[in-house]
């Protein structure tokens, strides 16, 4: 299976953060539009073996300067449905946390409504269905964390299709988001949540027990038979991201990573991103590794975009939609 045939497959991807997959190209024109030089976005790509979840998330500083605006905000959103829509990403959830974009004084909404914009100019120009996902960050306080979810229930699942928490789940474990998460429960939100991403499996199961019906990562619940149990019994999708996990050590090597034993184990899963600028990666790239590492089929590769819409975030008529627009092309390409 070549690469030209994987980039041209229609494909879904629920996990890519907004602010780590602006295009290159564009952070520097932000950069040089704020008087910074442009080499400086350099800063904005991890090095392929960062020291931990941390380390690889210091790459977001340099790339946050320059999007505490409404205009930056909504060229950045366009720009990444763009390059989305370049490889045949069919639909996209794209993620983003307005906590992160207030140092110039936007407000929460402010920037929801910005990326809102830039999504629904990209989606107009492109044949791809986005939906937004709201990301409340584990650094900031209950109180932060719970009138974002607040606003966001608002401003309505027109505009927001669900809420995420993101962040150092290390320093701030799911007990940290307990009041925030519930409180987004309550307004009936549809959750999921960045957890099992720092070697702990009981932040999956911690995750689920708030509501979650999706895990951003998950992967540490692959040395944990109980866990892969409940994980399959709740019929949770674990959002998982190949390269992002090696770079930040969630998973010690390509040899240790669990994607083919989920889903020889029935575990719902799909392939994402999660930072297309800060791991140098597109959805493409990352179904090659799984085809290189794993041997997956074009069925599988199929089977696995199927799964993700029907675990997305989507309304059903979408995701109808979406599924057979997969099995008509999918059928196309392997006759």
Not at 163 to 170: F, L, P, R, Y
Request: glycine share 4%; aromatic share 6%.
């Amino acid at each position: 299976m070549n690469r030209e045939d994987v980039h041209k497959l229609p494909k879904v991807e629920l996990h890519c953060h907004l602010d780590g997959s602006v295009p290159m190209p564009v952070l520097m024109e932000l950069a040089e539009e704020k008087g910074l030089p442009k080499d400086i976005m350099k800063e904005a790509v991890a090095p392929k073996d960062c020291e931990d979840l941390r380390d690889y998330l210091s790459c977001f500083d340099v790339i946050l300067s320059v999007l505490q605006t409404a205009e930056n905000l909504e060229k950045a959103a366009y720009a990444v449905v763009k390059e989305a829509n370049k490889e045949n990403v069919v639909y996209m959830e794209l993620r983003f946390g307005p906590l992160l974009h207030q140092a110039e004084g936007l407000k929460s909404k402010d920037v929801i409504q910005a990326v809102y914009r830039g999504v629904k100019k990209a989606t107009d120009e492109f044949p791809i269905t986005v939906n937004l996902l709201v990301c409340a960050l584990r650094q900031y306080s209950e109180e932060e964390n719970t009138q974002l979810f607040k606003d966001v229930y608002e401003i309505g699942e027109a505009v927001v299709a669900g809420i995420d928490i993101a962040g150092d789940e290390a320093k701030y474990p799911n007990e940290c988001v307990t009041e925030s998460v519930s409180e987004a429960n309550e307004l009936g939100m549809q959750i999921t949540l960045h957890s099992g991403e720092c070697g702990c499996a009981n932040s999956v199961l911690t995750a689920m027990h708030l509501g979650a019906k999706r895990i951003g990562h998950g992967v540490a619940v692959k040395d944990d038979a109980e866990a892969i149990r409940k994980v399959k019994e709740n019929n949770v999708l674990l959002e998982m991201c190949p390269t992002s996990n090696i770079q930040t050590r969630a998973v010690s090597g390509w040899d240790a990573y669990p994607l083919r034993r989920f889903i020889d184990a029935g575990i719902p899963v799909s392939i994402n991103t999660d930072n297309r600028t800060v791991s140098n990666t597109t959805l493409t790239d990352e179904f090659m590794l799984c085809i290189e590492h794993w041997q997956l089929t074009y069925q599988e590769i199929r089977d696995l975009n199927l799964t993700a819409i029907s675990h997305s975030f989507a309304h059903n008529e979408v995701k109808q939609s979406i599924s057979r627009k997969i099995k008509e092309q999918f059928e196309v390409s392997m006759t």
